[in-house]
Every structure is written in structure tokens, then in C-alpha cells.
């Protein structure tokens, strides 16, 4: 089991010194959220907390995860950086492959890229993108990435793009995971169909049972069930050793912890030491015994 810290877009002068304590601490990763801008008028609920409400996310800072990782990553000499997850259906694909492949080059075997499509309209609209066929651009994209970062030439002729063969220099010499968030059925299948992996947006155990389990059946179905997956979760049951247990035993290699709920609307009064301060108590009360260490 590996761990990663989420620091639930806290101040942006916070996220330097929170990256080093979770590494001193011995935490594994840390994951960058996502989110291009907040609409003045929305009318789409968001899936994935219990009221659907998306006030929490107004006036948050938000920062750009492919300029904000490599200045953690230089200040770290282990930590594993993931996005969880990159609006990736909103984006232009040759240009996300550029960004990912210089970044996995500069991080080396670093990061790993947690994906999804966004909820909302709204981000589509402003990035002048169809909210229509919003699905099979994201499987195009997913494809493209993969086929872009091999380092040989390579063009694509689907229904949404067309793209003449090209090659990217440089490219990382180890594949980067391509991590699938979502919860819905098209999103497990897309997991399992083109991905390395799956992310939890914040599940119960029950839950991530029945999803992992969903999975499965898809990546047998796929022909994909016998190569290593990566399950990301984050979840309640990761702050006890019987939950750490309980999550391995369902197939989660990943637990993402967050010391405040995500999705509290709340202003975050917590100063770094407080922060700090519950990093390293987990570190010394969950991990450290986890690890036997």
C-alpha cells in the first residue's frame, strides 16, 4: 500500500513546505486537483459529494498542475506527484502530451496522470469544446497520449480528431500510468479498457468494492486483466490499520489522504503547522505501523 497526500487546494504559499513535511514524514505522493475556472452561473449538480452543490469550490485556489508540480517535484527528491484528476476532454491532446511528456522527463519514474472528462458545461464552454460527444473525446484523447508518447511517429484518424504523423522529442523512458477518475459505468469501462488505473473521488469501502469489482469484470472482458492496475482511493477506511487492510484486501494499491473534507465549503483557517502537525501524527500512528517501521 502506498500513500499520497491531498492538500484540498489549500493557500498557495502552504504547498511547498506541506510537499516536504509529507516526504520527511514518509508519505509516498502527493495529488493535485483540478479546475479551470468557477462559472458566475451554473445549473449542473456536482456528483461527487451528498448535496450536489459546487459552492465549496468558489473562490478556491486552484493551481495549475502541470506548472505547479515541477516546482515541488525540484524541491523533493522522492515524492510521487499524481493528478487527481486533470480535466483532461476540456484540453487540446497534442498539446497535453507535450506537457506530459516534458514533465515525465524532468520528474523521471515521478508521476503518474489521473484523467477524467468534468462534470460541467461550463468547463467546455469557456474552452470553446462541444459538450456533445464529451465521452468518445475523451477515449480519442486517451489513445492519442498513449500512441504520442511512444517516441515514434504517430497519427490518428477517429470521428473526433485527426492528427497527421508526428513524433515528440524528448519522450520519459518509462510509460506514465494514465489513472482513470470517474464513478459512473462509462468511466469504469474506460478505466479498465484504456487506462493503468482507477481514482476514487471519495468512496466507502462497500462502494470501492463494488466499483473495483466492476472494473475487473471490464478488464477481463477487455483482455486487460492480467498486467499490474493501480486502484487510488480515498476514503474513511484509510486512517485505521484494520481499514488499510480491509482496502488492500478489495485490491487498493493507493490511499489518498486528506486531513479536511474536500468538499467543505468553510474557509481553511488550518496554518501549515497545524498541517504538518497531522501529517506527521499519521505518519507515526498509521503508516510507520503499517510498514512494520
Not at 452543490?53 to 517535484?73: N, Q, S, W
Request: hydrophobic residues 40%.
Amino acid at each position: 500500500m502506498k500513500f499520497t497526500y491531498h492538500a484540498t487546494m489549500c493557500a498557495p504559499d502552504q504547498y511547498l513546505p506541506l510537499a516536504i513535511a509529507v516526504e520527511e514524514a514518509g508519505f509516498d505522493g502527493f495529488t493535485f486537483p483540478d479546475s479551470i475556472c468557477y462559472p458566475q452561473e451554473g445549473s449542473d449538480v456536482y456528483p461527487y459529494n451528498d448535496d450536489g452543490t459546487r459552492e465549496f469550490l468558489d473562490g478556491v485556489p486552484f493551481l495549475e498542475p502541470f506548472v505547479a508540480i515541477p516546482y515541488l517535484a525540484a524541491r523533493t527528491e522522492k515524492l510521487h506527484f499524481t493528478t487527481s484528476v486533470i480535466k483532461l476532454a476540456i484540453r487540446q491532446p497534442v498539446i497535453v502530451a507535450k506537457q506530459l511528456a516534458t514533465l515525465a522527463v524532468m520528474l523521471g519514474d515521478r508521476f503518474a496522470f489521473g484523467v477524467g472528462i468534468s462534470p460541467w458545461p461550463e468547463d467546455f464552454e469557456v474552452c470553446q469544446v462541444p459538450w456533445e460527444q464529451r465521452g468518445k473525446r475523451m477515449d480519442e484523447m486517451m489513445e492519442i497520449l498513449n500512441g504520442l508518447m511512444s517516441g515514434e511517429y504517430f497519427g490518428y484518424e477517429g470521428e473526433i480528431f485527426n492528427i497527421p504523423p508526428i513524433k515528440l522529442c524528448p519522450v520519459p523512458e518509462h510509460h506514465v500510468p494514465l489513472l482513470v477518475g470517474g464513478h459512473a459505468k462509462p468511466a469504469l469501462r474506460r478505466a479498465a479498457r484504456l487506462g493503468d488505473g482507477w481514482v476514487s473521488a471519495g468512496s466507502s469501502l462497500e462502494e470501492l468494492n463494488a466499483m473495483i469489482g466492476q472494473i475487473e469484470e471490464f478488464r477481463q472482458e477487455y483482455g486487460r486483466d492480467q498486467g499490474d492496475f493501480q486502484y487510488h482511493a480515498m476514503t474513511e477506511a484509510a486512517y485505521s490499520q484494520q481499514g488499510l487492510e480491509d482496502l488492500a484486501e478489495a485490491g487498493v494499491t493507493e490511499v489518498i489522504i486528506a486531513f479536511r473534507n474536500p468538499y467543505d465549503a468553510t474557509p481553511d483557517t488550518q496554518t501549515v503547522e497545524d498541517k504538518v502537525g497531522m501529517i506527521n501524527w499519521y505518519a507515526e500512528n498509521v503508516i510507520r505501523p503499517y510498514r512494520g517501521t
